[in-house]
């Protein structure tokens, strides 16, 4: 199959671009299609091992990460009044200004920062908070109003209106499920935390290279079978657009040409550095490899969970914030080393902080506004947004002064060059950290 | 109205396509059987079918509150240690009832009120996410058990007070003064009349008529709080009387807009298409001819010549419990082991008890993604090679010796219950003849024709 991709493109030079087609040509393959005469070969190429274009990475740090105790504001009083056993004296973090330091385990970060490729954005939340991980989550997911349900993900929409025709790996996602964030009318991305997940497996077929013949000649048009003649001859099938066994080919397609993509890329691609283990630096690793690899991606998805620290918060959280250094650094060296870090912007969220005053269990529990990282080789360097009031709170919790509806905007309008509007439904604010 | 499906048309693959739709499928003796029964006599077969309760007892699962109650005395630590004893319980009991339910699913051997239950679940759509506790989340169920193919207008009101949705919908703090809004807003949009059809002004009114609604701590049952009901004057669709929360139901069922509303959306659960206008007024005036009877008016869709047309057949997308019990009834095999069963049904995107939000599960093609897809084509290979005990009796399914031009209309009609097309049989033609001889590569090629896009409809 390695050659699938160049062989599919003569297929379409000899016969869609030929004849009249009766089908709807893959999703992906559209836009190939309807440029293809103006296409010169090697932008052909280009597009679609993705040496180009930016690329953005959402990290969720889920289970709600104390932005107090990540961003450590030394400098307010009423942040040693609120957290008598969990606070961290300023002596202690990694000083960024007189009042601000990053949580002790964060070395790497403040390397990022000390070389101007880490920009921090303090105080970011919504209108009406919700302190349910899941109601929250879903917020940020959806991009929507605290009072709105909306089931469609930002990024879902961002493909819908920009990425139209582009190929199905346009998102990944490195986790068992698809984000809410990808969801969409009809969903595209791909989701899976093992490469040999997302793979047609026949390890147990008794005559695998029959079985992978079989496979491929019925979900991949190469085979001839899709040329239109037989499509149609199934009972039942109406013709016209929007039936659902074209979906449903076309879809089998995308399937087992990302899948071929990736295994592809895995089988060539070695990890440019050392990572430490764990499911963070897995994802990172695996993320990493894929971006050196070519993946036609533009948007990866990785999470980080354990965040939510009720009791007992300071070695978790310590463990967390070592593991998140680690395995960040890791990727980053390893992107410089691709040439990738400038294609690159990650962006860290959690679905909400944690209250200001420490619980009597020695954690904090859920609430609301909270700092998050920005860092890539074009990010522009420092920390945006006022520093958020410790004493004028909303029912225990940080009002934010940054909605995090403006990060997105500012990644979309200029990181990703999409307009804002489609996606997010009206506009917001843009910051300058790219 | 609609017209009655000629008897000459009451075939062997119409039979299937009742058996698929109206329940979750069979093997080809069971779909044999139903075809001989005659067309009225299957109808009536899967709508009446004798409950088998005693096989299939509910867990025993008790409200969650009720478990250890909370103490004023206890320590943060301790707090913390009921919250997470509770929460393991909780979704353990989650689980167990999850089980049961697809197991009745998958059991029974007419199981059409089960999958009218489905519809109704993803109607009334209600998440142990928020709930937060099974026993609610089972009672609700069984709720729409016994109501599933009765009068509509008695299961709204019941639903209104169901436990489970009144903590899903925040009625519990809706009181005189300050009515939440929830409730009454989804319960006019997306349970009985369809975004449009009311105002704001109906919404706030009805608000008031369902305050008081609250959860009985001791039982987990309905408890109606008079004090914290607004008695007054409401004015609801322009009529103005001290409405009650049923007074509120009957006034908003009786808008011609819920026979609309419900009746296109059982036709698309059970036929895979939205009806287009002229199609749904028919469809409508069934319902209404029926009382919103929903038992009596599935017998008339199953009854006539529309539900059977060829551009339904084999159209819809299986959802992921369809595709898991249909296809175990396929192989004639049982069920797989419950871990399987939930990490397939998690990862294919519908978890009982668990829809993504208070309008159900998209379904049709939301169900498909290239994930998914593969997800599905390796169950598939789980299925057919069934892990330990569990795998399919290929004697039964392929007898070894079969020519491969039969082996290919057996296949067919069990697996997709049509013809395959032709350059799907004759790519299995040649890799029976290639294969066909031993037991492992019969297994490959029922493996292989199910991880295809024809296999996800139905």
Known sequence: ?434 | MLTQLPAGDWTLEAAAHLLNRAAFGGSPEEIQRLHSMGHAAAVRRLLNAGEDEDLFPAPEIEPMKVQGPRNDSMTPEELAERRKIMNAQARERTLEARLWWIQRMASKSYPAREKCVLFWHGHWATSIQKVNDPFFVLQQNQTLRAHAFGLFAPFAKEMSKDPAMIRYLDLNSSKVGHPNENFAREFMELFTLGEGHYSEEDIQEAARAFTGYRINPKTGGFFFSRKNHDAGAKKIFGKSGAFDGDATVDLIISQPECAEFLSAKIWNFYVGEKPASPMNQVLASEYRASGLKTGDFLERIFLSREFYSPKYRRRQIKSPVQWLIQTCKNLERPMPDPKTVHNSLDQLGQVLFAPPNVKGWDGGRAWISSSSLLLRYNLAGTLVRGGSDAAPDMEKILPEGTPPPQACELLAWRLFQAPMNPTLREKTLHLLEKNGNSQAGRRDIVHLLMSTPEFQLT
């Open chain 1, 1 to 434: 199959m390695k050659h699938a991709l160049h062989t599919r493109r003569e297929f379409l030079r000899t016969s869609l671009l030929g004849g009249a087609i009766s089908w709807t040509i893959p999703a992906f393959l559209e836009r190939t299609f309807f440029t293809l005469d103006a296409m010169a070969a090697d932008s052909a190429i280009q597009t679609a091992t993705g040496k180009d274009g930016p690329i953005l990475i959402v990290l969720q740090l889920a289970g709600g990460n104390d932005g107090l105790n990540t961003l450590v504001p030394f400098g307010d009083d009423a942040y040693f009044r609120a957290r008598p056993t969990l606070a961290i004296p300023g002596g202690k973090t990694l000083r960024l200004t007189d009042h601000l330091g990053l949580h002790p385990k964060l070395v790497g970060l403040k390397s990022l920062h000390d070389e101007g490729h880490l920009a921090i954005v303090q105080g970011v939340g919504y209108p009406n908070p919700n302190r349910s991980h899941f109601r929250s989550t879903e917020i940020w997911h959806t991009a929507s109003d605290s009072s709105v349900t909306e089931k469609y993900g930002w990024m879902g929409r961002y493909f819908d209106s920009c990425c139209k025709g582009e190929d199905p790996s346009i998102g990944v996602s490195i986790g068992s499920q698809p984000p809410q964030a990808f969801a969409a009318p009809e969903p595209r991305g791909i989701s899976f935390s093992r490469p040999e997940q997302f793979r047609f497996d026949l390890k147990n077929a008794s005559d695998r290279n029959a079985a992978d013949d079989f496979f491929r000649s019925v979900n991949d048009f190469e085979s001839g079978q899709m040329d239109g003649g037989s499509i149609g001859m199934l009972p039942g099938h109406a013709d016209g657009e929007g039936d659902a066994l074209d979906f449903l080919q076309r879809t089998s397609l995308d399937a087992v040409m990302s899948s071929d993509k990736v295994a592809e890329i895995i089988k060539r691609t070695r990890p440019g550095a050392s990572y430490p283990s764990n499911r963070l630096a897995d994802s990172l690793n695996l993320v990493a490899r894929l971006i050196g690899g070519g993946m036609p991606t533009r948007v990866y998805y990785v999470a980080q969970g354990g965040y939510d620290t009720h009791s007992n918060q300071t070695g978790a959280h310590e463990r967390l914030m070592a593991e998140l250094d680690s395995s960040l650094s890791a990727f980053c060296a390893d992107l410089k080393s691709q040439g990738n870090f400038d294609r690159v912007l990650l962006m860290s969220f959690s679905e909400f902080g944690r209250r200001v005053q420490e619980n009597a269990s020695g954690g904090t529990d859920h609430g609301a506004a909270a700092p998050l990282f920005v860092l890539g080789g074009k990010v522009r360097p420092g920390i945006y947004g006022a520093p958020p009031s410790l004493t004028q709170l909303h029912d225990g919790d940080i009002i934010h002064n940054i909605d995090f509806r403006s990060v997105y905007a500012t990644v979309l309008s200029k990181w990703l060059n999409a307009p804002v509007e489609p996606v997010l439904k009206r506009s917001f604010p843009l910051l300058s950290f790219v």
